[in-house]
T-cell receptor, first 112, second 112 residues
Framework: SQTIHQWPATLVQPVGSPLSLECTVEGTSNPNLYWYRQAAGRGLQLLFY??????ISSEVPQNLSASRPQDRQFILSSKKLLLSDSGFYLC???????????FGEGSRLTVL | GENVEQHPSTLSVQEGDSAVIKCTYS??????FPWYKQELGKRPQLIID?????GEKKDQRIAVTLNKTAKHFSLHITETQPEDSAVYFC???????????FGAGTTVTVRA
């Protein structure tokens, strides 16, 4: 069966510090991978998606970036965090762009 | 791209009553319509989905209806229980699009 893991689960970072969130999927190959952000009490904002290694599509221009160094690994990064980067970050995967979207457990980021 | 609107944004129902959430979409090519439930602090999870070749689908106390002509679909929860309290998201996507377009979410509160 397929599983998705992301870490860390929670982190508190000062403004201007770097960020790295990591996500891995097990039990499938060539998944479509996604990063979403959810501000407190808000909806799901798609940040990046990837349909293959090294292929990244950005939905919202901002100080975040994403990379896919391996088939089942998706990383969200920032060089300098802003207060507005606080939120609940969700990694997700989908098989060949069809059917159900499976979410990871989420990473709660607080920027102070 | 696809644009999904969801109403109402909040819904309070008495335990045992029914809850209905409605979504409209803009892209007539959309053919996959999932509904996700997100409990507080948790990841969104699929509760039911429907494809465009079906008008209605039921799973125990939940059902989804789809009207392709009017481009709207609805989630129905019958005999609501306290554990139904959560945020519900609808989504839509065409088969040739890697992205799911989500509605803004509905916060459902079931009063005991």
């Amino acid at each position: 069966s397929q599983t998705i893991h992301q870490w860390p689960a929670t982190l508190v970072q000062p403004v201007g510090s770097p960020l790295s969130l990591e996500c891995t999927v097990e039990g499938t190959s060539n998944p479509n991978l996604y990063w979403y952000r959810q501000a407190a009490g808000r909806g799901l904002q798609l940040l990046f998606y990837s349909v293959g290694i090294g292929q990244i599509s950005s939905e919202v221009p901002q100080n975040l970036s994403a990379s896919r160094p391996q088939d089942r690994q998706f990383i969200l990064s920032s060089k300098k965090l802003l207060l507005s980067d606080s939120g609940f970050y969700l990694c997700a995967w989908r098989r060949n762009g069809i059917g159900e979207l499976f979410f990871g457990e989420g990473s709660r980021l607080t920027v102070l | 791209g696809e644009n999904v609107e969801q109403h109402p944004s909040t819904l309070s129902v008495q335990e045992g009553d029914s809850a209905v959430i409605k979504c409209t979409y803009s892209d007539s090519a959309s053919n996959y319509f999932p509904w996700y439930k997100q409990e507080l602090g948790k990841r969104p999870q699929l509760i039911i989905d429907i494809r465009s070749n079906v008008g209605e689908k039921k799973d125990q106390r939940i059902a989804v209806t789809l009207n392709k002509t009017a481009k709207h679909f609805s989630l129905h929860i019958t005999e609501t229980q306290p554990e139904d309290s959560a945020v519900y998201f609808c989504a839509a996507t065409p088969s040739n699009d890697y992205k799911l377009s989500f509605g803004a979410g509905t916060t459902v509160t079931v009063r005991a």
